[in-house]
């Protein structure tokens, strides 16, 4: 893959292309092997088209296919293949088409987009105005796609059946997603354990979360050894979210969740709320990052805050109970914590976060202590969160 644009070099904007293509293509039994970045030159881009035709069948390029003056990843390909640049009646068709749909004019700058490399093909655009380019050449394919992410994802399908892309066989790999357990507890976990070689194993870490990979023979077999080592740490066994996967869980059981947020800042509720149906399952929330509204809104008492504190299993558990009562669900999950920089004591360091559940069949809290920027910390203790309102579920399915 090779990633166009002087935004991604500058540091303006992160690539959101890599991984969904990667994905696609290896569920397709494609693996990629290398992604470069080149900037909006078209030297740059020749060069890394170059360099990456001579390892690969296949190469896929994003960004620089728009109207503009510093949209120049085709002109750079056909350059880099040595073939003229023309106007493609399809590709003219694609843009005309797409204005006219939405009933304006085509400007003549958009026809920019309809001028590819002599026996190229153009791939219709569901999503946006430039058509994919597909260009065939001395056994190899070349796809150029927008640097728009929605569109990428629109237009990868129908480029890789354009090129003659067919799935291939794709080699054993298992995959554990798991939450609550740090990289490197997982890692002295399994390696004492003796299980499988950890050596074979891929590490994915995020904040309160990590993918194990396996990949290779006896996959299965070496995944569900590693899983007996994690009781109620594993999620999922294929690319689902954790949110995904707590919404499945309510839903299987007839449930409504709530949430009360205070470090969070309603982070929590954005993730669950990122759900394609999750209204079916979530109720809403509170953000009360103040004690005032910890107070006046989900009733925690005055006894609690001044004795154990904000930061406290009892604070966490009055909040739960509290966004439980006001929105009527049957479940609720609250944090409160010091995200930092500031606002630690001794006692209660930056990373410090209580986590409580509370569910039809009774209440749990647990503190945890995260490591990282403040941004991490919020980020790792909505993942435990939500890692322990499955495992609470859990304990109610029996």
Do not use: H
């Not at 970045?37 to 078209?42: F, L, M």
């Not at 205070?262 to 009360?288: H, I």
């Amino acid at each position: 893959m090779i990633l166009v644009g002087d935004e991604l070099l500058e540091g303006r904007v992160s690539d959101a292309n890599l991984c969904p293509v990667a994905r696609a293509l290896g569920e397709m039994g494609l693996r990629v092997s290398e992604g470069r970045i080149a900037p909006d030159e078209p030297a740059a881009i020749a060069s890394a088209l170059a360099g990456a035709l001579g390892e690969s069948r296949l190469v896929v390029t994003t960004g620089g296919l728009g109207p503009t003056d510093d949209d120049l990843t085709v002109a750079a390909v056909a350059a880099a293949l040595g073939l003229p640049l023309e106007e493609s009646p399809e590709a003219a068709a694609c843009v005309k088409a797409w204005y006219a749909a939405r009933g304006a004019a085509c400007p003549p700058s958009a026809m920019k987009q309809a001028i590819l490399p002599r026996g190229a093909t153009a791939v219709p655009n569901p999503a946006g105005v430039a058509p994919g380019v597909v260009i065939l050449t001395d056994g190899r394919a070349v796809i150029c796609l927008p640097g728009v992410p929605r569109e990428v994802e629109a237009l990868l399908p129908a480029c890789l059946a354009a090129a003659g892309i067919r799935r291939m066989p794709a080699a054993e790999t298992a995959l554990l997603r798991t939450w609550g357990i740090p990289e490197n507890r997982l890692y002295d976990l399994i390696s004492s354990s003796g299980v499988c070689a950890v050596s074979d194993l891929a590490f994915l870490p995020r904040p309160g979360l990590v993918d194990i990979k396996f990949r290779g023979a006896d996959s299965s077999k070496r995944a569900g050894a590693v899983a007996d080592l994690l009781p109620g740490s594993v999620y999922s066994t294929v690319w689902k979210s954790l949110e995904e996967t707590v919404g499945d869980a309510l839903s299987a059981d007839n449930l409504i969740l709530s949430v009360a947020e205070s470090c969070t800042g309603g982070l929590l509720g954005g993730r669950l709320t990122s759900v394609a149906g999750s209204s079916d399952w979530f109720a809403g929330g509170v953000v009360a990052y103040s004690n005032y509204l910890k107070r006046s809104v989900l009733k925690v008492g005055g006894d609690i805050l001044a004795g154990t504190g904000a930061v406290s299993g009892e604070c966490a558990r009055a909040m739960a109970a509290g966004a439980r009562a006001l929105t009527g669900s049957d479940c609720a999950v609250a944090v409160t914590g010091i995200a930092g920089p500031g606002g630690a004591t001794p006692a209660k360091p930056v990373g410090t976060v209580w986590i409580a559940v509370e569910t039809p069949s009774g209440s749990t809290a647990r503190e945890w202590r995260f490591g990282g920027a403040r941004q991490v910390v919020r980020e790792a203790a909505c993942s435990c969160a939500l890692g322990m309102v499955l495992a609470a579920l859990g304990a109610d399915a029996g």
